[in-house]
C-alpha cells in the first residue's frame, strides 16, 4: 500500500521551516535581555578592548608565596692580588694604612671591580713563590693577576714561566727616574718582568764618632767588624771582591773568580786578622742574628732594611778595595702571574699606580724600605742616596751557590793562618 502525501502538507512544513530562525533569533535576544538585566544596550553593541598580556609562569612544586624577580646584578672582576706578610695592608702601621687606602682609591676609580689581596709566606713550601708553582699546575684560574716578589725569586719564576712580561703593557721601565739598579732589577735577561717598589741593600752601618772613608780607616778603627747575618756574610765577600775589580761570570757565561782581585781580598782579611778587626770565627754561622745587638759592636756589614740601621747610626756603602764603593742590591717588585689579558692590563695600571712618586716616597719612609725612585739631591737624603747610587743588583742564585761557598773557605784558611798565594793559587785550580 503507497502513502501519498498531499500538497497542502508539503506547504506547511516548509513554512514551519522558515519560521525556526526567527523564533530562535527572539529566543536568543530574550536570553541574553534576562543575562544583563537593566544594563545599557549600547555598551553592549560597543568595540570590545584588547583582553590584558598575560606573563606565563612556572609554578612550583611546593606552594610557596609569589615573589619578585631580582634585577639582574653583574658580578664584579676579580683582580687578584699576593703579597708577603711585611707589605700586608691589613696590617697596624702608617705604611700599611697608606697601601690599603691606595689599593681602596684605585679600586673606586674602576667600575666594577673587586680587589682580593692574600697574604703569604715569604718563602718556604707555603711561600709565595712555591704556592705560585702548585697553583700554576692545580689551579690556573686562581694565580694572582699581580704578585709583590724579591728579585731572586722574579728570576726563579721567569725562567720557569710563572710570570708575563711587562714588556709591551708598561713603559714605565723606560723612564729615567729610576736609580740604576732598580732599573735593573725589573729586567731577567734584558726582558722587563717587574716594576721595582721597595729597596734593600748591602751597606757598612757604624756608630756616629767614627769617620769612615775607606777600609784603612775601618782597619785602624780599632774596631771589630760583624757580619750578623749568615747571608749577608757570603755575599759581603762577593762585593769585596767585586770591588777590588773582579768578575763573577766569565765569557762564557759560567761562574768565575779571577786570581789578582781574588788576591786583593784576600790580603785585606789578613791584614784584618792582624788588626783584629776580622776573627778566626767569621766565617762561622752565627745561627740567629738578633744575638748580636748594636751596643755590642762599632761597625756592622748587614742589609739596610733591618734594626741596626734606626737610630743614630750611619749608613753607608762599602768601602772599595778600588776607586769606588761597592753595595750589592735586592729589592721588591710588581710582577704579573695570571693568564687573563684583560686583567694583565689593569694589574699594570694598578702596579703604577703603586709607583707613583708621591705615595711612594711617603710609602718608602714609612716601610724602612729603601726607594726605587730617585730621590730629590739634598742633606736629607744624602745618606740614601749614596748608597742607591753605588749598588749593583746582587748576583744571581747560580753565582752566589756557586762561588759563595768557594770563597767562603778561601777566607777561612786566610783567617786562620794559611798564605794568601798558597790559598789563591787552590782557589784558581778549580777553574781551569
Not at 726563579?156 to 727616574?177: C, F, I, K, V, Y
Request: hydrophobic share 45%; charged share 15%.
Amino acid at each position: 500500500m503507497r502513502i501519498k502525501f498531499s500538497r497542502p502538507n508539503l506547504d506547511y512544513y516548509a513554512a514551519l521551516c522558515r519560521m525556526i530562525p526567527k523564533v530562535l533569533r527572539i529566543v536568543y535576544l530574550l536570553l541574553l535581555l534576562s543575562l544583563v538585566g537593566c544594563a545599557d544596550l549600547a555598551s553592549l553593541l560597543s568595540t570590545p578592548t584588547s583582553a590584558p598580556t598575560s606573563q606565563t609562569t612556572t609554578v612550583p612544586e611546593t606552594a610557596t608565596p609569589a615573589t619578585t624577580t631580582p634585577p639582574f646584578v653583574v658580578e664584579p672582576r676579580i683582580l687578584r692580588v699576593w703579597l708577603p706578610p711585611h707589605f700586608d695592608p691589613n696590617a697596624d702601621t702608617n705604611a700599611a694604612q697608606l697601601l690599603r687606602q691606595r689599593l681602596a682609591e684605585f679600586q673606586a676609580s674602576q667600575r666594577g671591580l673587586r680587589i682580593e689581596v692574600r697574604v703569604k709566606a715569604a718563602d718556604g713550601k707555603a711561600g709565595l713563590l712555591n704556592s705560585l708553582l702548585v697553583t700554576n699546575v692545580a689551579a690556573p684560574a686562581a694565580l694572582p693577576d699581580l704578585i709583590a716578589l724579591s728579585r731572586v725569586d722574579v728570576e726563579s719564576a721567569a725562567s720557569t714561566g710563572l710570570l708575563r712580561p711587562m714588556d709591551g703593557l708598561s713603559t714605565l721601565l723606560d723612564d729615567p727616574n729610576w736609580y740604576p739598579f732598580a732599573r735593573e732589577l725589573g729586567h731577567i735577561q734584558n726582558i722587563g718582568y717587574g716594576l721595582p717598589f721597595a729597596g734593600d741593600a748591602l751597606v757598612l752601618i757604624h756608630r756616629p764618632t767614627l769617620e769612615i772613608n775607606s777600609w784603612e780607616d775601618i782597619l785602624s778603627s780599632e774596631e771589630p767588624l760583624l757580619f750578623p747575618s749568615d747571608t749577608s756574610r757570603m755575599l759581603a765577600l762577593l762585593s769585596i771582591y767585586v770591588s777590588a775589580g773582579g768578575r763573577l761570570i766569565n765569557e762564557q757565561g759560567l761562574p768565575t773568580l779571577e786570581e789578582q782581585p781574588l788576591t786583593k781580598a784576600l790580603t785585606l782579611f789578613q791584614s784584618g786578622i792582624e788588626t783584629e778587626t776580622f776573627s778566626p770565627s767569621l766565617v762561622e754561622s752565627t745561627g740567629n742574628q738578633e744575638s748580636i745587638q748594636v751596643d755590642d759592636t762599632g761597625m756592622l756589614l748587614n742589609w739596610a732594611v733591618n734594626e741596626w740601621t734606626r737610630g743614630e747610626n750611619v749608613m753607608q756603602p762599602v768601602p772599595g778595595l778600588g776607586a769606588a764603593p761597592h753595595a750589592f742590591a735586592n729589592g721588591w717588585m710588581w710582577a704579573l702571574a695570571g693568564s687573563n689579558s684583560e686583567n694583565q692590563q689593569v694589574a699594570t695600571e694598578l702596579a703604577e699606580f703603586l709607583l707613583e712618586d708621591i705615595f711612594l716616597n711617603e710609602w718608602t719612609r714609612e716601610s724602612g724600605y729603601l726607594p726605587t725612585r730617585i730621590m730629590p739631591a739634598n742633606d736629607e737624603n744624602a745618606e740614601i742616596n749614596a748608597v742607591l747610587e753605588s749598588a749593583q743588583v746582587l748576583p744571581s742564585s747560580e753565582v752566589v751557590s756557586t762561588l759563595g761557598p768557594i770563597l767562603s773557605q778561601a777566607v777561612s784558611r786566610v783567617l786562620n793562618g794559611e798564605p794568601v798565594d798558597v790559598v789563591v793559587q787552590s782557589v784558581m785550580e778549580q777553574f781551569q
